[in-house]
């Protein structure tokens, strides 16, 4: 039988339960919860978290990254399980709105916005360029959004220039994983296009939030200067405590520094940039190439609307790098395009 939702009310949830705190022995660096993360192995992890690394996830997430304002109407643009649910609790906090959305169609995205006077929401970058395409988008009403926090993958600078004009500076973009917590921040002012140097910015991460430290570090562990590539590593108040997995937190906090396994970059202004991940690298005739570099380079044409890169054996060069293109609607691109 199917429950009413009468029995999922809030007043029937917590009526009835005890109004004294319980008895319990506890610290706020004590172990609190395991979230688990594939990364780029495929490989379940489970991450351990303490009740410290939530609450600094809530302030976080709630002051320096999602800008959340009083009353806030905050619709959930990707699952809970992904990265929009580290901002329910603020906007709890500031006296606001959740709005649960059912899954990833921009249609209910757009509808909701209109519906709710949705003023904040969190989507990955696909849902972005799905909403700038959306061949409908202008027959809702979408006055009402002030915020569109982006995260989960890098977003093509081009097609965050036409979100841009799309949306105007509405856009958040925070740089984070299930082990480091959040590192970085590419806040609503750092959304411009004024220049050639803001438009490279937009490639960016931003840069690392209060009480986080963020270096490049080469194979050796040791620290890069501004401007070189290398595995992106952070310490911060927020971090893991470590694996369930014992055997995993040598490697991974060598030094106290919680190994990202992310390749990238910092420039002189301290804004990280994310190059690839460390296992997706192409090595082709000896040469690195990092499919996210290549796959910038396919968006700057105007007939591409998403690409993704890839290495595939090849008998001369080991691998080729190869790449997965979709075309824009009424693109006349054929399969042999060239991107200059």
Request: net charge negative; proline share 5%.
């Amino acid at each position: 039988d199917v429950e009413s939702s009468a029995d999922h009310a809030f007043e029937a949830l917590v009526s009835g339960q005890p109004t004294e705190r319980p008895d319990v022995a506890l610290d706020e660096h004590d172990e609190a919860y395991v979230l688990f993360t594939s990364g780029s192995t495929g490989e379940p992890k489970g991450v351990v978290q303490s009740h410290f690394t939530w609450c600094h996830y809530s302030i976080t997430a709630g002051l320096e990254i999602g800008d959340i304002q009083q009353g806030e109407v905050f619709a959930h643009g990707a699952p809970l399980t992904h990265f929009t649910q580290i901002f329910v609790h603020p906007t709890f906090l500031r006296g606001g709105t959740n709005v649960m959305l059912p899954g990833l169609e921009v249609e209910t995205l757009l509808s909701a916005v209109e519906r709710e006077k949705v003023t904040a929401t969190a989507v990955v970058p696909t849902i972005i360029y799905m909403l700038v395409d959306h061949p409908k988008r202008d027959s809702y009403d979408l006055s009402s959004l002030q915020t569109m926090i982006y995260a989960g993958s890098p977003i093509a600078p081009d097609r965050l220039k036409d979100a841009l004009e799309v949306f105007g500076p509405i856009f958040i973009q925070t740089y984070a994983g299930t082990e480091p917590g959040y590192v970085s921040c590419l806040r609503k002012t750092d959304h411009r296009v004024d220049t050639d140097e803001d438009v490279r910015r937009l490639a960016s991460g931003g840069r690392p939030l209060p009480f986080t430290q963020v270096t490049i570090q080469d194979e050796e562990d040791n620290v890069l200067p501004v401007g070189e590539i290398g595995e992106i590593c952070s310490k911060q108040l927020g971090q893991m405590l470590g694996y369930v997995d014992a055997s995993r937190n040598a490697e991974a906090l060598r030094g106290g520094w919680v190994h990202t396994g992310d390749i990238g970059r910092l420039d002189d202004d301290g804004f990280l940039y994310l190059v690839d991940r460390k296992k997706d690298m192409v090595v082709s005739g000896g040469f690195n190439v990092f499919p996210r570099q290549v796959e910038d380079v396919l968006l700057e044409d105007a007939d591409v609307a998403q690409v993704a890169v890839v290495g595939i054996p090849h008998e001369k060069w080991g691998e080729a790098v190869h790449a997965f293109v979709v075309v824009k609607d009424r693109s006349t691109a054929s399969p042999h395009f060239s991107c200059g």
